[in-house]
């Protein structure tokens, strides 16, 4: 398999006051395209820290990131929003939805910075929002929507761009048991369909569902190992 993520000796520190920080301590790591991978961790281990940097919304204090062939650890903001909008999509806790406008335009919006024509924007738009399973719904706003509903369009949005790399950060936190079981669904037939997804989550049972399990803790990780994906319950 290929590399999409080769992270080496990655370190970050900031600046407390007087006191250094030391998120991340020398971490490498490597994520095949194709893969499922949770990075679990309790808060402060460092695990967001690692995200927002995989998720080019960071950059390290040092080592090196090679994204799908690209160094990007030395990019300038201008080429790191580059990079993020041509190669990842994010899932956040919160769907970050605009309230004023549909499903279908929310969904659009990011093809729509990233210039595509209308009729592709459109037609892209209603293809990933009926691979998610909201194609009766598209024309309906975030209130008119169940939270699983407004998580599916974010999601929708997510994939847009037709991204390399799914970004998950604590995905099922603001969900219910069953809307978050119809995510975990919905991660797993993406990943089926050759998505890379990584899920950074504190949540036992949303990490459970990954074919790969990497722990952090105190700015290192600690653990690294494939694992037998828990089966979505149906019903």
């Known amino acids: 398999m290929t590399a999409l993520i080769e992270l080496k000796d990655i370190t970050k520190t900031y600046q407390l006051g007087s006191e250094p920080v030391h998120a991340l301590k020398g971490v490498s790591l490597t994520i095949d395209a194709g893969e499922y991978v949770a990075i679990m961790g309790a808060s402060g281990s460092g695990k967001s820290t690692l995200m927002h940097i995989i998720g080019c919304l960071d950059r390290p204090t040092s080592g090196s990131y090679v994204l799908s062939s690209k160094p990007v650890q030395d990019c300038d903001e201008d080429e790191l929003a580059t990079v993020r909008n041509a190669l ?4 956040f806790q919160q769907f970050n939805l605009l309230a004023q406008m549909s499903a279908l335009q929310n969904v659009m919006l990011p093809l729509t910075y990233a210039g595509v024509p209308k009729e592709q924007r459109l037609a892209r738009a209603e293809h990933v929002l009926n691979l998610v399973g909201l194609g009766d719904r598209m024309h309906h706003k975030p209130s008119q929507l169940s939270g699983g509903q407004q998580q599916r369009v974010s999601i929708a949005r997510a994939l847009a761009n037709t991204p390399k790399l799914l970004l ?8 219910d048991s069953s809307t978050a079981a119809d995510l975990m669904r919905l991660l797993d037939e993406l990943v089926l369909q ?11 049972e949303t990490a459970s569902h990954a074919r790969r399990l990497v722990r952090v803790k105190d700015g290192l990780i600690i653990g690294d190992e494939i694992q037998t994906p828990a089966k979505v319950s149906v019903g």
């Open 88 to 91: 990842i999509g994010f899932i």
């Open 168 to 175: 998950a950060d604590e995905p099922t936190g603001a969900l």
């Open 194 to 204: 050759g998505m890379t997804v990584v899920v950074v989550t504190h949540d036992p």
